[in-house]
C-alpha cells in the first residue's frame, strides 16, 4: 500500500527566503506526483504535475524535483512571500483513473 | 474552461439524517470523478472515483455512497450520519481516455459538521 509522508508538518519563514518541502512515498512504481496548494478552508489548487519519467518542473518561483528510485520529491520555492501561505500538498498516482494518495501536508507560514 | 462546483458549500446536520452532497463539472466530457474526504487533522482520503455513468468504485468502507446519474455530475449520499462523517468533502475531476498521468481539478468543498 502506498504512503506518502510530508515533512516538515509546519514552517514558518521571514519573508524572502528560500525554503524547500520535503515529500517521501514507499512504492516507487508511480505514473506522476503532484504539488498542491490548500487555502484555509479552500480546496485544492494544483501547481505542479511531474511525469515519472521526469526529473523536475517549474512553474515561477516554484520548482519541483522528482527522484523516483529513491521515493523522494521535493518542492523549491524562491524568495518566499507572505501569500505564499499556504498548506502544501503532495501527492502520487499509481493506478488507472489517476487515484492520488496524498501526504498530510506542510503548513508554511512566511511573515513579514 | 471548464469548471467544477459544489454545494452546499457548508452543512450542519444531526446524527442520523440523511446526507446529498452534489459535485457537477462544466467545460469537459466524460470526466474521471472523484470524492475526498479531509477530517480534521488528517489527510485527503479518496472515497469513491467513477469512469463513466454508472459506474462507481470504492476505496474504504464506510457509511456513505456515490452515484454519477448523468455524465458530468456525482453525487455522494448517506441514508444515516455518523458523527465521524465529518469533515471537509471535496470534488475532483481528471480528463483522458485512460485517465492516467493527468492533472486532477479540485472542487471548493463542502464543509460537514454532524452534531
Do not use: M
Amino acid at each position: 500500500k502506498q504512503e506518502v509522508t510530508q515533512i516538515p508538518a509546519a514552517l514558518s519563514v521571514p519573508e524572502g527566503e528560500n525554503l524547500v518541502l520535503n515529500c517521501s512515498f514507499t512504492d516507487s512504481a508511480i505514473y506522476n506526483l503532484q504539488w498542491f496548494r490548500q487555502d484555509p478552508g479552500k480546496g485544492l489548487t494544483s501547481l505542479l504535475l511531474i511525469q515519472s519519467s521526469q526529473r523536475e518542473q517549474t512553474s515561477g518561483r516554484l520548482n519541483a524535483s522528482l527522484d523516483k528510485s529513491s521515493g523522494r520529491s521535493t518542492l523549491y520555492i524562491a524568495a518566499s512571500q507572505p501569500g505564499d501561505s499556504a498548506t502544501y500538498l503532495c501527492a502520487v498516482n499509481t493506478g488507472t483513473a489517476s487515484k492520488l494518495t496524498f501526504g498530510t501536508g506542510t503548513r508554511l507560514q512566511v511573515t513579514l | 474552461s471548464q469548471t467544477i462546483h459544489q454545494w452546499p458549500a457548508t452543512l450542519v446536520q444531526p446524527v442520523g439524517s440523511p446526507l446529498s452532497l452534489e459535485c457537477t463539472v462544466e467545460g469537459t466530457s466524460n470526466p474521471n470523478l472523484y470524492w475526498y474526504r479531509q477530517a480534521a487533522g488528517r489527510g485527503l482520503q479518496l472515497l469513491f472515483y467513477s469512469v463513466g455513468i454508472g459506474q462507481i468504485s470504492s476505496e474504504v468502507p464506510q457509511n456513505l455512497s456515490a452515484s454519477r446519474p448523468q455524465d458530468r455530475q456525482f453525487i455522494l449520499s448517506s441514508k444515516k450520519l455518523l458523527l465521524s462523517d465529518s469533515g471537509f468533502y471535496l470534488c475532483a475531476w481528471s480528463g483522458g481516455v485512460w485517465g492516467l498521468g493527468e492533472t486532477q481539478y479540485f472542487g471548493p468543498g463542502t464543509r460537514l459538521l454532524v452534531l
